[in-house]
């Protein structure tokens, strides 16, 4: 039996723990096949955990062990614990949150603005003017996504901010909704406990009667009857009663069918305005509603779909701008980026994914107490600061064990460095971690910095090109460290771009990147490119060139006689088409562009360089991607399968590793040979599975009971006693059977009631 740990897991505090006492519609998903079940204490175990008085925890300190065989020492684990805590908690998480609701913000204030500014016409029409012959309830259809797990908190935010603006609010989920009696309780349920919450000083009235009843008939007459008393004491003109469909999809059509025909009805007496919540489209309305009750919507569209611009202000916040957390190299980055973009678009997918990312770092990494030493200081000024522990001999050995670290030690070796600090760095540790150290930290935030000024310089380019051209940040940022300036095909384009410009776009685009200079805060710019390039006064002489176009000429050799305009030739027409229709521009001015052309460029390759260059890149670069991909992409098939066929390897099981070695045949006794071979002490099903194997698209039952049973009769009589019976033969056979056609492997056919159809091929 599974005990459960009692202390939460990273996943239950994550929120998506989806638990035992949960209804089945909580693992209905329309991307998700793999659900996390907690297993329940029974009331025994739970007595006897409690009275156990030497009871031990199955962690301590939350997880964290000694590294390094357990050598590691106390300090150092605590420090990981301790950075761990620090970089989730309060900075990075709240991070997130904040992003999240900052984005969201804009959808969730339209519908708020939609619901306010509804039913204003009908207040505003006269006495004297006839009534319409039918009415239209306000509607408010929010398109959330297929991230079906991002609904609850979104319309929870939602539904905080109307209840903030002084509407009644009922939030209402399908699985609590299952017919026209469940819906109407659990809405009136929140609507008149959000109408008493101002009125718990009014006298008694008939809903006051109707609590103390046993049981109480819900219907709309009882919330027009509150409503009417509330307009009579508190001002209720500008308040709507808004019902919230989170997941309209989940609900039975008959049920919110003939939910909107009563609602319609009572839609003079009391402004109710409904919120559809849908994650496919439009169409799915048309398919649960009759044509009778969407002729008596009032419908607005809106578009809450904003995961990708979430999820684009996270990777500019958590990856692009931040200096001192965790990073994530290309495949890593790209296997976090796929989950999003290729699977459902689920914030609290990539949420859960960062994080492991993050416990994984500082769980099995012992170079993650380096993280201490990266700080921002209040000035802005990054620096590097002393550990605040003493390394020990293992971890300054596997400092120095880095490629990154060795390449650096080395080239200053042959610029000229001391000998004597290339020895000491290779020798002494206390003098690695007190002079080194600070020096590749220095040199790793410094060229973070850049990098995330070189991408903020893209992001200010885009601005001048064409739609086509432009990408989000999720996308420059993989560009930017997964290929090389010169090998990426967008950086080339925009390159192109810029060689196009004429002088007036020059000038603009120059402008545009000088602000972003000093916008940013203060570089070492020494160690912020690879060649120690000065960009903001690169920036200030490019557009000092611009504006005196023959400094080119001055600069340039002294034979430099020719005309200051040329005959243009084709190239130059289709280097630059501007000059189709302005051909003012003199051979300097020309000149002065491609110098800023070619500044420009240099810019974006230093910022833009590779991070492998960087010393300690392996350390603060995360690059476990197959550990993320097995870990949060479920291959259940494969795992079955493996299961299956290799039933000695994956249950660790004796008699066939025993049977195998004593084979006298080298073929058979080979590791893949083993593999194939099918042997009476494994499982009927592993038999069952091994057999089918060799057959076609159909298979035969009575052949496949034949060679089953040829293969469990071969069974060695000492180890069940006798050899099994015909009718137990055929009993197990029927089990294996079963087994394969509830696992998938295999399924009926009315062709040929003896056969059934293969599905699975390969493995």
């Not at 000024?381 to 300054?396: G, K, M, W, Y």
């Not at 003098?431 to 930290?441: C, H, I, R």
């Not at 410094?446 to 310089?457: A, K, P, V």
């Not at 999720?474 to 196009?500: E, P």
Request: hydrophobic letters at 40%.
């Amino acid at each position: 039996k599974f005990k459960e740990p009692p202390h939460k897991t990273f996943i239950e505090e994550s929120g998506k723990m989806v638990d035992a006492y949960k209804p089945m519609d909580a693992f209905d998903s329309m991307t998700e096949s793999t659900f996390i079940l907690k297993p329940s204490l029974t009331p025994k175990q739970s007595t006897s955990k409690k009275a156990g008085a030497n009871h031990q925890p199955a962690f301590t300190n939350g997880g964290f062990v000694p590294l390094f065989q357990g050598k590691e020492s106390v300090e150092s684990m605590e420090l990981r614990r301790k950075l761990f805590n620090d970089m989730w908690g309060p900075p990075l998480e709240q991070l997130l949150v904040d992003t999240e609701q900052q984005v969201n913000q804009v959808g969730v204030s339209e519908v708020c603005n939609y619901v306010s500014s509804s039913y204003t016409r009908v207040e505003s029409v006269e006495k004297g003017q006839l009534d319409q012959p039918f009415a239209e309830m306000s509607t408010a259809v929010a398109f959330a996504g297929v991230n079906t797990g991002d609904h609850s908190k979104l319309f929870e935010s939602l539904q905080a901010q109307l209840t903030a603006s002084g509407h009644h609010v009922a939030l209402l989920e399908s699985q609590y909704c299952t017919s026209l009696a469940s819906m109407l309780k659990c809405m009136l349920d929140q609507i008149l406990s959000s109408l008493d919450e101002g009125q718990r000083s009014a006298g008694s009235s008939r809903l006051g009667v109707l609590a103390g009843a046993k049981t109480i008939a819900y219907d709309m007459g009882m919330l027009k009857l509150r409503w009417d008393e509330a307009a009579g004491s508190t001002n209720t003109r500008s308040s709507r009663v808004v019902v919230i469909l989170q997941d309209f999809e989940g609900f039975a059509p008959m049920v919110v069918d003939d939910f909107v025909r009563i609602a319609t009805s009572y839609c003079h007496s009391v402004p109710i305005v409904v919120v559809l919540g849908l994650a496919t489209s439009y169409e799915s309305i048309h398919q649960s509603l009759t044509k009778a009750s969407i002729s008596m919507l009032n419908v607005e569209k809106f578009n809450l779909q904003r995961s990708k611009e979430c999820i684009d202000a996270a990777i500019r916040s958590v990856f692009v701008r931040a200096t001192d957390m965790l990073s994530f190299g290309a495949e890593a980055y790209k296997s976090l980026l796929d989950q999003f973009l290729l699977y459902n678009f689920s914030i609290t997918g990539f949420v859960k994914k960062l994080k492991f990312a993050a416990m994984d770092f500082f769980y099995a990494q012992p170079l993650s107490v380096l993280a201490s030493m990266l700080q921002c200081s209040a000035g802005g000024v990054l620096s590097a600061r002393d550990c605040p522990i003493r390394l020990s001999p293992e971890q300054a050995e596997l400092i120095r064990m880095q490629k990154s670290v060795q390449r650096f030690l080395e080239q200053q070796l042959e610029e000229g460095g001391d000998r004597n600090h290339f020895h000491l760095a290779l020798s002494d540790d206390e003098y690695l971690q007190k002079t080194v150290l600070p020096q590749l930290l220095r040199r790793l935030v410094s060229f973070r910095t850049g990098y995330c000024l070189g991408i903020d310089f893209v992001v200010a380019l885009q601005e001048m090109v064409s739609e086509s051209l432009r990408k989000p940040i999720r996308t420059l940022h993989y560009y930017g460290i997964g290929q090389k300036f010169d090998d990426c095909t967008h950086w080339k384009a925009l390159s192109a771009v810029v060689r196009r410009m004429k002088a007036a776009d020059m000038e603009r685009l120059l402008a545009k990147l000088g602000a972003v200079a000093d916008a940013a805060a203060i570089v070492d710019w020494d160690f912020a490119t690879k060649d120690g390039l000065d960009i903001p006064q690169l920036l200030q002489q490019s557009r000092a060139l611009l504006s005196n176009p023959d400094a080119v000429v001055k600069t340039g050799s002294a034979d430099s006689a020719e005309p200051s305009k040329r005959i243009r030739t084709r190239t130059d027409m289709e280097n630059r088409p501007f000059l189709l229709f302005d051909n003012s521009s003199s051979d300097q001015m020309l000149s002065a562009l491609d110098q800023c052309c070619a500044n420009i460029e240099t810019i974006l390759r230093a910022c833009l360089s590779p991070y492998q260059s960087v010393p300690l890149y392996e350390v603060f670069y995360y690059k476990h991607s197959l550990l993320l991909d097995t870990t949060f992409s479920a291959q259940p098939r494969a795992a079955v399968q493996a299961a299956l066929g290799k039933t000695a390897y994956y249950i660790d099981c004796d008699c066939c590793k025993v049977a195998t070695c004593d084979s006298d045949d080298p073929d058979t006794a080979s590791e893949d040979g083993a593999d194939q071979r099918v042997m009476p002490s494994m499982h009927d099903t592993s038999i069952a599975y091994r057999l089918h194997q060799e057959c076609g698209r159909m298979i035969n039952l009575y052949d496949w009971h034949s060679a089953f049973s040829s293969v469990v009769e071969g069974e060695s009589p000492k180890a069940r006693g006798s050899s099994p019976c015909q009718r137990a033969i055929q009993a197990r056979f029927m089990r294996a059977v079963e087994e394969m056609r509830l696992l998938g492997f295999i399924k009926s056919t009315q062709r040929k009631t003896d056969h059934v159809i293969r599905l699975t091929w390969g493995m």
